[in-house]
């Protein structure tokens, strides 16, 4: 490869072997895997979006389109591209053609704004970013501008969508160089980004072989096949829709995406009845959504086998109501972008189902529970859980940092994650060790949170912690010190802008500012 500073992901040599020898690295690329599909079952639908609706055949068509555009670009195989997409058609051939031309996705969610774009940017010494033009109110053509800003490195923003100043519209990519020849299976395909325990999120490099094993094997423990129709609720980008089974599985297995653009009940049910939905994957607190909807919906949800919970603790009493209210089978799902994944089996006890976080994907998962001085724990009992395998990580992407606390030197990740292991081999989670928030599924490094708040003048110290939330599983609170300002002195309102209106040369203008403010008032009758 061309780059020195490429992504490496290694395992010792003997267990290298070792998962080969056992078929779990099974020598495919993701390339390689849309081909044989489209050779496969070219005239079977693999994804719809809307009105959209590709064949694999077309979609593997419009893969290799953007390929060759993305390489006439000058990108060199080995380059790395942030690609942040919401749930809509285009994040396939996207995603594709940076697997075909040998480009390296680095993924980003939808929500993810300067601080994250700009950080994953520096550290994965990204070429391009790949966006859409605007997505459930947000305009991301700015946040383009203000990311390249700060990333040097970041030549081409290019937009699914109308193109602002200084980018390149997608569509209109244009046929370049011939693809390169297939990557090495055991090399990294793309970065998936970790939730962030300690500070700003982590850069996860992930190889085919590896990756391919986990959403090949996740396919199977769902029973998907050609007939499964895997509705898209969460986010694309997010490792859970990704690979467990996710979107990646189902494709594997020859079965059809559906685009969810929101995950209300509304939009999801509305998808499920009108695409036959078979299986899909959601956080709690949208289980507890949908629960609560499903009794009044006109929508025929018959078509659901499976819906799948996970990213976040499922309390057991809301687990147990998932049969009854949406009549299909619950599949509790923990896992981790770094790696591991745990399924409860469709075929399990219902009591297994409803009380446990499942068990490991792979017989060669290992998995040790210890106490805080490092020792094992009596079995049963809480402790700190590491895992090695076959499709976990050895090392980040260039943190040495964070790899000297999140592996041990035998290559053990350590989750963060207390849980306890019961006697059928099944995990139950029983919270984090670190300073971190899990919001609904979404993790918050309490760190990452505390160095923004220290920004501000105000203040003087920060922390922030998790509190109980009947419906998030955990909300953020920031015990905030201040500078020791007079109480009356502290503003009575706040108003968050992107830009200041300025004076003719170039100072924050406070007349315009007042007049904004008034006109708000006597619009509305209240402040903004
Ligand atoms: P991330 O690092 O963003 O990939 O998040 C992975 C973390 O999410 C895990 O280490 C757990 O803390 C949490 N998690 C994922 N699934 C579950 C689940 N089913 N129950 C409890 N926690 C979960
Ligand atoms: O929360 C997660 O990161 C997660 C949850 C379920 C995950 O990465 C996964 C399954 O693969």
Redesign the pocket.
């Given at each position: 490869m061309q780059n020195n500073d490429m992504p490496r992901q290694l395992w010792p040599e003997e267990l290298a072997a070792r998962y080969r020898e056992k078929g779990y690295w099974q020598g495919e690329t993701f390339g390689r895997m849309l081909r044989d599909r489209a050779a496969a079952h070219g005239s079977r639908l693999a994804v719809v979006d809307g009105d959209t609706r590709w064949t694999y055949a077309e979609l593997l068509d419009r893969a290799e389109a953007a390929a060759g555009g993305l390489l006439s670009l000058g990108l060199q195989p080995g380059d790395r591209v942030i690609l942040q997409l919401p749930n809509i058609a285009a994040f396939f051939p996207a995603v594709f053609g940076l697997f075909l031309a040998g480009l390296l996705p680095v993924f980003a969610l939808p929500a993810h704004r300067q601080s994250e774009l700009i950080h994953l940017a520096r550290k994965a010494r990204a070429k391009a970013l790949v966006q859409a033009d605007r997505h459930e109110g947000f305009d991301y053509r700015p946040l383009a501008l203000a990311v390249q800003a700060e990333a040097p490195e970041l030549r081409h923003l290019v937009v699914v969508g109308e193109p602002g100043p200084g980018m390149l519209a997608f569509g209109d990519l244009r046929p370049g160089p011939a693809l390169p020849p297939d990557p090495d299976p055991q090399s990294v395909a793309f970065l998936?980004i970790?939730?962030g325990s300690t500070g700003l999120p982590k850069l996860i490099p992930r190889t085919h072989d590896d990756y391919i094993y986990?959403c090949r094997a996740?396919a199977e423990i769902c029973g998907l096949g050609p007939e499964s129709v895997f509705l898209a609720a969460l986010p694309v980008a997010?490792?859970?829709t990704?690979?467990?089974p996710?979107v990646f599985g189902t494709l594997h297995a020859g079965g059809r995406v559906v685009l969810c653009p929101n995950p209300s009940p509304e939009t999801a049910f509305a998808l499920i009845a009108r695409e036959g939905v078979t299986i899909t994957?959601v956080?709690p607190p949208l289980a507890l959504l949908w629960m609560q909807a499903a009794p009044k919906t006109r929508h025929d949800l018959s078509s659901l086998k499976v819906l799948?919970v996970?990213?976040?603790k499922f309390i057991p009493e809301a687990a147990a109501r998932v049969r009854p209210t949406l009549g299909c089978t619950l599949q509790q799902?923990?896992?981790?972008?770094?790696g591991l994944?745990n399924y409860t089996r469709l075929d399990e006890p219902e009591g297994i189902i409803v009380s446990t976080q499942g068990r490991p994907i792979s017989p060669d998962d290992e998995i040790l529970i210890l106490d805080d001085a490092g020792n094992p724990v009596a079995e049963g009992e809480p402790g700190h859980l590491l895992t090695r395998g076959p499709y976990t990580i050895r090392a980040y992407h260039d943190d040495p940092a964070a790899n000297a606390r999140s592996f041990t030197e035998d290559g053990f990740y350590r989750t963060g994650d207390i849980v306890r292991l019961l006697p059928g081999g099944h995990l139950s989670v029983q919270g984090r060790a670190g300073d971190h928030i899990?919001r609904a599924?979404e993790?918050i490094s309490a760190e990452e949170i505390e160095d923004h708040l220290l920004a501000h003048p105000a203040v003087f110290d920060a922390a922030v912690v998790s509190i109980p939330d009947p419906f998030l599983g955990e909300r953020s609170c920031a015990f905030v010190r201040s500078r020791g300002l007079a109480e009356f002195k502290v503003p009575d309102e706040v108003v968050f802008v992107t830009g200041f209106a300025t004076t003719a040369v170039g100072k924050v203008s406070r007349n315009q500012l007042r007049a904004d403010l008034r006109a708000r008032y006597l619009n509305e009758g209240k402040p903004a």
């Open positions: 998936q970790s939730g986990s996740s997010h490792n859970f990704m690979s467990s996710g994957g956080v799948q996970g990213g976040a799902v923990f896992g981790m972008a770094e994944v899990n599924g993790k």
